[in-house]
């Protein structure tokens, strides 16, 4: 029997879903950048001296809080639940050194890579996912999550 998932939203998946692949698409197609969020954090936050322009990525960093903020204000917001801020904290700084060794996130190789049919995106991709799947069985197992 297949699981229940009464808080799914497809129509919203699928329209966000575009949404990022249109943004993706706009900084492939008009700056011929990846739109790669650890990238564009580093060059918004003067820590990479190259990629798209500071003010681009400035943009586009302060757009993904924005965004979510406008949507919250008209939608009515959704119900969010985080871990404890120490656990967010080594979260990121793993994500962060995940991303260095990978040369890219998620959304540089798992939306614009594997959509440039990459190799090298596929690979990292398939390597993000399953430790993903790791991380969240393992915080299961111990009562983490």
Known sequence: ????????QPV???????????????MLLGLGRIAGV????????GI????????????????LPLGALLVA??????????PATGVLIVAGLIV???TSLGSGC?????????????RRSLVATLLFM??????????RATGWL
Do not use: E, K, Q, Y
């Open 1 to 8: 029997m297949a699981a229940s998932l009464p808080d799914a």
């Open 12 to 26: 919203a998946g699928l329209i966000g879903g575009a949404m990022i692949g249109v943004a993706a698409a706009i």
């Open 38 to 45: 650890s990238g564009l954090a580093a060059r918004a936050a």
């Open 48 to 63: 990479a001296r190259t990629g798209a322009p500071r003010g681009i990525a400035l943009a586009f960093i302060l757009g």
């Open 73 to 82: 204000s008209v939608t009515g917001g959704i119900r969010v639940s985080f």
């Open 96 to 98: 962060g050194i995940g």
């Open 106 to 118: 998620t959304s540089g190789h798992g939306v614009c890579g594997l959509s440039r049919l990459s």
């Open 130 to 139: 399953a430790s993903g799947f790791v991380t969240v069985a393992a915080m």
